[in-house]
């Protein structure tokens, strides 16, 4: 996809001048783009100028420049995640054992934080199987109302944490602002697998799993297809999938929020292998461990013409590793619609809200995760 346009630099090569034309007059300022109404200031792709429109260039510039990222209400994320704290103490008292922790990414530069969910009565050593559960947004955190699944889970032996990487709300600016998407969050939310096995003996090493939903059904492939993972099995639920289409799909807006990332400062035509490497489509080649991938049709974030693209490469080319689904039309459940179709909880009572493409995923879920992990298994029993 990327060689072919490289191999066509007539089309591409003026689109990218007049853009990078437009990002230029912006910068210029109202002066600037004051003196840019006569013909001379912008080129059709045939050589011949045309008149520059100055609200089309305000309106299609996007920084490269880190100090122009989104800045978001910090005091307000952290007064939500506390909130958020609070529901969780309240919910898991005499539930599950509950309890927020914190470790060093093993890229050594920032704390993470993570909330911790076990059963009230463990196991002995290797006792419990465990997953790693990643969330969405590009900025955004865990949230009470994944609580029911949560729950679910520890029912079922499981242990499990949920990583705030890089880029998290609710943890102050500069948590926010180290975002590093498909960069190292993958390893803030991999170094959560080394806390358990060094925190906590009654977790099985050679039984963790990890599992996410949108950035992080894409934080989960990408740690998948590393080289080397102590990963035995993932679920991708609605996962971004690519970035360079995903960018052109969304238009400037979106494109603001990954230009301006420290470890990107640019578009995709501008850091190509940065976002190749950073898009699981790309990376299905090094697939080694089983996954699971659920996508919608009426996915109103992933849109399908997205997810799609992985559905097929999975089924094409890792058919014994890659369990897919596409549910068509599932019944919604937000603005985005057929992105949390499997997430659908009432606000109120924290209880499911079920659907049938909803018990279904989950249900395709629990056994596939059972089949890796076998969370019923409690080898400290037939230890001497």
Same mark, same amino acid.
């Given at each position: 996809?990327?060689?072919?346009?490289?191999?066509?630099?007539?089309?591409?090569?003026?689109?990218?001048?007049? /853009?990078?034309?437009?990002?230029?007059?912006?910068?210029?300022?109202?002066?600037?783009?004051?003196?840019?109404?006569?013909?001379?200031?912008? *080129?059709?792709?045939?050589?011949?100028?045309?008149?520059?429109?100055?609200?089309?260039?305000? &309106?299609?510039?996007?920084?490269?420049?880190?100090?122009?990222?989104?800045?978001?209400?910090?005091?307000?994320?952290?007064?939500?995640?506390?909130?958020?704290?609070?529901?969780?103490?309240?919910?898991?008292?005499?539930?599950?054992?509950?309890?927020?922790?914190?470790?060093?990414?093993?890229?050594?530069?920032?704390?993470?934080?993570?909330?911790?969910?076990?059963?009230?009565?463990?196991?002995?050593?290797?006792?419990?199987?465990?997953?790693?559960?990643?969330?969405?947004?590009?900025?955004?955190?865990?949230?009470?109302?994944?609580?029911?699944?949560?729950?679910?889970?520890?029912?079922?032996?499981?242990?499990?944490?949920?990583?705030?990487?890089?880029?998290?709300?609710?943890?102050?600016?500069?948590?926010? &602002?180290?975002?590093?998407?498909?960069?190292?969050?993958?390893?803030?939310?991999?170094?959560?697998?080394?806390?358990?096995?060094?925190?906590?003996?009654?977790?099985?090493?050679?039984?963790?799993?990890?599992?996410?939903?949108?950035?992080?059904?894409?934080?989960?492939?990408?740690? /998948?297809?590393?080289?080397?993972?102590?990963?035995?099995?993932?679920?991708?639920?609605?996962?971004?999938?690519?970035?360079?289409?995903?960018?052109?799909?969304?238009?400037?807006?979106?494109?603001?929020?990954?230009?301006?990332?420290?470890?990107?400062?640019?578009?995709?035509?501008?850091?190509?292998?940065?976002?190749?490497?950073? *898009?699981?489509?790309?990376?299905?080649?090094?697939?080694?461990?089983?996954? =699971?991938?659920?996508?919608?049709?009426?996915?109103? &974030?992933?849109?399908?013409?997205?997810?799609?693209?992985?559905?097929?490469?999975?089924?094409? =080319?890792?058919?014994?590793?890659?369990?897919?689904?596409?549910?068509?039309?599932? &019944?919604?459940?937000?603005?985005?619609?057929?992105?949390?179709?499997?997430?659908?909880?009432?606000?109120?009572?924290?209880?499911?809200?079920?659907?049938?493409?909803?018990?279904?995923?989950?249900?395709?879920?629990?056994?596939?995760?059972?089949?890796?992990?076998?969370?019923?298994?409690?080898?400290?029993?037939?230890?001497?």
């Amino acid at each position: 996809m990327i060689a072919s346009a490289a191999r066509r630099p007539g089309r591409s090569t003026h689109a990218f001048r007049r /853009l990078l034309g437009l990002c230029l007059l912006v910068a210029l300022g109202p002066a600037g783009l004051a003196g840019q109404q006569t013909p001379g200031n912008g *080129s059709n792709g045939s050589g011949t100028d045309v008149p520059m429109d100055p609200i089309r260039a305000r &309106d299609l510039y996007v920084s490269n420049r880190w100090e122009d990222h989104p800045v978001a209400d910090y005091a307000r994320d952290t007064r939500e995640k506390a909130r958020i704290d609070s529901i969780y103490h309240a919910v898991t008292e005499g539930v599950v054992d509950f309890r927020r922790i914190t470790y060093r990414s093993r890229v050594g530069d920032l704390t993470i934080p993570a909330y911790l969910f076990q059963p009230l009565d463990r196991r002995g050593p290797h006792g419990h199987a465990a997953m790693i559960w990643v969330h969405g947004g590009v900025h955004g955190n865990w949230s009470h109302a994944a609580w029911p699944f949560v729950r679910e889970a520890v029912e079922r032996g499981y242990v499990v944490i949920t990583p705030e990487y890089r880029g998290s709300t609710g943890f102050g600016a500069e948590h926010h &602002d180290a975002i590093d998407y498909g960069g190292f969050d993958v390893d803030d939310v991999l170094t959560a697998y080394d806390w358990m096995v060094e925190n906590l003996p009654h977790v099985d090493p050679g039984r963790v799993g990890i599992m996410g939903w949108s950035h992080g059904g894409l934080i989960t492939i990408l740690a /998948l297809t590393r080289d080397r993972h102590p990963l035995r099995a993932g679920a991708a639920i609605v996962p971004v999938t690519n970035l360079i289409f995903r960018l052109s799909w969304k238009g400037p807006a979106y494109q603001r929020l990954f230009a301006t990332q420290r470890d990107l400062r640019g578009l995709p035509f501008e850091e190509r292998e940065e976002y190749v490497r950073r *898009s699981p489509y790309y990376q299905v080649d090094n697939l080694r461990t089983p996954l =699971l991938v659920h996508v919608a049709t009426n996915d109103r &974030d992933v849109d399908f013409e997205e997810s799609s693209m992985l559905i097929h490469k999975l089924r094409a =080319l890792k058919p014994d590793l890659g369990e897919t689904k596409i549910y068509v039309d599932p &019944d919604g459940w937000g603005s985005t619609v057929g992105h949390s179709f499997s997430r659908r909880v009432d606000a109120n009572t924290l209880e499911r809200v079920d659907s049938p493409a909803q018990i279904d995923s989950w249900n395709r879920t629990w056994t596939f995760m059972e089949d890796h992990l076998r969370p019923y298994e409690d080898p400290s029993r037939t230890r001497p």
